[in-house]
């Protein structure tokens, strides 16, 4: 028994390759050609029908002089003699004798529905032979103007039924005009107009596709750089020479692209930092489990030295954290808050660190007491500031914690009386893991400082630090008014 073999496995559909018609260049261009040519277009046909309308006009007006004499001579106005006498083929007999047409022109009247008599100049084609037309002109019973195709090409033309007293012949009057010659020179014009147009066609397309190629420029080199980037360098910016559309889209991928370069430098920061700072401890750990002693106070001092280590990771890891995430946009929760009850707020939180001299600074406000701010993390910066100074005083020693008002930022600061700070390390303290090489900053993992500036620039402000040998430090956080959150994450540290 034969079994159907099985299908051989679908391969799996490669990324489409780029189609030439799908690029934008190509069909900017199309629609540009587009446009013009349904432009040109439209003004070689309107052109067409207004020239065609204006001949109408102008053979209609003479077809209308020529009803005109005829209705004169026919009432005997012209020469003042009365009525012609006779009835309808008299009347058209004597109007024929004296009748001279103009060139291109031809006149035919019919009795009772047929050909009677027509002018005697020889016309470029006998109309009177075309039953058709002899049959459109019989059944006419006012003047009515229309074309007709004969042989000798386009053909104007008006019928007027004719009677006359006292017979009841009915006859028609045809006066007829070739317009061809003209409508050729129309068609001339208009065809040189089209043979015109397709040469301006061809050099827009030459031109657009030159314009095209400098408009999408910023496109391509937005695209090369989006194709070369890599979280290892995304160093490349697209150079921004025009403000208009495109040089926005490449600020914003510019600004894309310096987001992403704090996000990954942020990332391998924490990295560095986990690698580096953690490294000790977990060191510290293993080499107590690895030597732990058998006797009971052995033990005991082993796992205090590892408890205290693991709670310097946590901590560590943190403040770590807290770093990590200090550039996200919805970091900072500004909102409106009292600068005095801010303050009042730090100082009871701070007098339950350490036995020291708390002293509440607070300055007058000739200007105001509300300020826009996150109240959490200024209020984690200060304490901060004031665990740095209880750590570097004495006991008994004096901290002062206050603020004030300024013209256009808020002044919060903490001073201590402690040792004091070199002024070689005072720039330095803020920056991550770094410690004064004297007395300040000798516990902790040195990161506290790094966090008050971080928080310090999200709200678009900055920290200062006032310092000598032995006369204390006061360090003052300067915040604007206003902050936007969305400006911000916390700042660079």
């Not at 008299?90 to 291109?104: D, K, N, R």
């Not at 032995?470 to 915040?479: K, P």
Request: charged share 25%.
């Amino acid at each position: 028994m034969r079994t159907a073999e099985p299908a051989p496995p679908k391969q799996a559909a490669g990324p489409p390759g780029r189609h030439p018609l799908r690029s934008i260049r190509v069909r900017l261009l199309g629609r540009m050609l587009v446009l013009v040519g349904l432009t040109l277009a439209s003004l070689t046909g309107a052109e067409s029908f207004i020239l065609t309308a204006r001949l109408n006009e102008r053979v209609d007006r003479e077809l209308a002089h020529d009803i005109q004499a005829f209705r004169s001579f026919a009432t005997g106005t012209a020469a003042g003699s009365g009525p012609v006498p006779g009835g309808v083929r008299a009347l058209f007999v004597s109007y024929l004798q004296g009748y001279i047409p103009e060139h291109g022109q031809t006149l035919i009247t019919l009795v009772d529905g047929d050909p009677y008599r027509r002018s005697a100049e020889e016309p470029p084609t006998r109309l009177d032979t075309d039953r058709a037309l002899m049959r459109r002109a019989a059944e006419v019973r006012s003047p009515s103007y229309g074309d007709a195709k004969s042989a000798a090409g386009s053909v104007r033309f008006v019928a007027v039924p004719v009677t006359v007293a006292g017979d009841s012949t009915r006859g028609v009057l045809v006066i007829a005009t070739f317009t061809q010659q003209e409508r050729d020179h129309i068609y001339d014009s208009i065809r040189i107009q089209i043979y015109l147009g397709f040469g301006a066609l061809l050099l827009s397309a030459c031109v657009g596709w030159i314009f095209a190629s400098r408009i999408v420029a910023p496109l391509r080199l937005l695209r090369d750089t989006a194709r070369s980037i890599h979280e290892s360098d995304i160093t490349r910016r697209i150079p921004v020479q025009d403000r208009d559309e495109i040089g926005q889209l490449a600020s914003t991928f510019n600004d894309m692209l310096e987001r992403l370069d704090d996000a990954f430098s942020t990332k391998r920061q924490f990295m560095n930092d986990v690698g580096h700072e953690l490294r000790t401890p977990i060191t510290i750990v293993l080499s107590q489990l690895e030597t732990l002693p058998d006797d009971p106070a052995g033990r005991a001092r082993t796992v205090a030295v590892i408890t205290d280590e693991l709670h310097r990771m946590h901590r560590m890891s943190e403040e770590l954290l807290m770093l990590a995430k200090a550039r996200r946009p919805d970091a900072l929760r500004p909102e409106d808050l009292s600068l005095s009850e801010l303050i009042e707020e730090v100082y009871v939180k701070a007098a339950a660190l350490a036995e020291r001299r708390w002293l509440l600074d607070f300055g007058e406000n000739p200007h105001r007491d509300t300020l826009h701010a996150d109240r959490q993390l200024l209020t984690q910066a200060m304490i901060q500031l004031a665990q740095n100074a209880a750590q570097h005083t004495e006991e008994h020693g004096r901290i002062w914690i206050g603020g004030r008002a300024g013209a256009d930022r808020v002044e919060l600061w903490v001073k201590d009386s402690g040792p004091g700070i070199r002024l070689a390390d005072q720039q330095r303290i803020f920056e991550r893991f770094a410690r004064a090489e004297e007395s300040r900053g000798r516990t902790g993992a040195g990161l506290g400082l790094a966090i008050v500036k971080a928080i310090a620039e999200a709200h678009h402000g900055e920290i200062q630090v006032d310092s000598a040998p032995g006369q204390g430090a006061t360090f003052t956080l300067l915040i604007p008014y206003v902050t936007h959150a969305l400006n911000g994450g916390l700042g660079k540290s």
